[in-house]
């Protein structure tokens, strides 16, 4: 589990092979994906761009947790 910027309530987490970024101490989650399936990958990627409750440094963060999540389920990482 990573939090996307200091003091930021959004952390991602893999778990049972989702990927998922929600807020902290809520039910609440901007996406969840497959990180080993690359439309999903995608689509989750264009999900955190579209975003209006992230800030740009917390989309950054995610598309880089994003695509560390993948290059893992890929074997790359």
Known sequence: MARLVADSPWLIQQMAGIVTLFKEYTEEV?????????NAAALAQKVIHDSDQLT????????????????YANGAA
Not at 30 to 38: G, Y
Not at 56 to 71: I, N, P, R, T, V
């Open 56 to 71: 740009d440094e917390e989309k950054c963060f995610a598309h880089f947790w994003s695509g560390y999540f993948y290059a």
């Open 30 to 38: 901007i996406v969840r994906f497959n990180p080993a399936d690359a």
